[in-house]
Nanobody, 121 residues
Framework: QVQLVESGGGLAQPGGSLRLSCLASGFTLDYYGVGWFRQAPGKEREGVSCISSTDGSIVYADSVKGRFTVSRDNAEKTVYLQMNSLKPEDTAVYYC??????????????WGQGTQVTVSS
């Protein structure tokens, strides 16, 4: 059974850090691009980052460039999202998803259940 489970969310102060994890099971993570998304209350879901499994190429949304870092450990079947210099506007439910392909095509096959990130003083 294909499953993606996010963890690591919680409450952080502005300027703080959190590291999210996306643990995959039921399939070989090596074969797929993995994306991170977020959805804030009353807003549409937006793409945050994506990491391919071909050459490890990465894309980031402009809103998180220089602050967030995505990485993957295929052996551990986990993709990470390191979030630094957090801002209140980063508050959202964060989701990971796997692409249909090895690269970031934007065709998402499976989604996790999400983890809440709240940035507040």
């Amino acid at each position: 059974q294909v499953q993606l489970v996010e963890s690591g969310g919680g409450l952080a102060q502005p300027g703080g850090s959190l590291r999210l994890s996306c643990l995959a099971s039921g399939f070989t993570l090596d074969y797929y691009g993995v994306g991170w998304f977020r959805q804030a209350p009353g807003k549409e879901r937006e793409g945050v980052s994506c990491i391919s499994s071909t050459d490890g190429s990465i894309v980031y949304a402009d809103s998180v460039k220089g602050r967030f870092t995505v990485s993957r450990d295929n052996a551990e079947k986990t993709v990470y999202l390191q979030m630094n210099s957090l801002k209140p506007e980063d508050t959202a439910v964060y989701y990971c998803a796997i692409d249909k392909y090895r690269y970031c095509s934007g065709t998402w096959k499976h989604w996790g259940q999400g983890t809440q990130v709240t940035v507040s003083s």
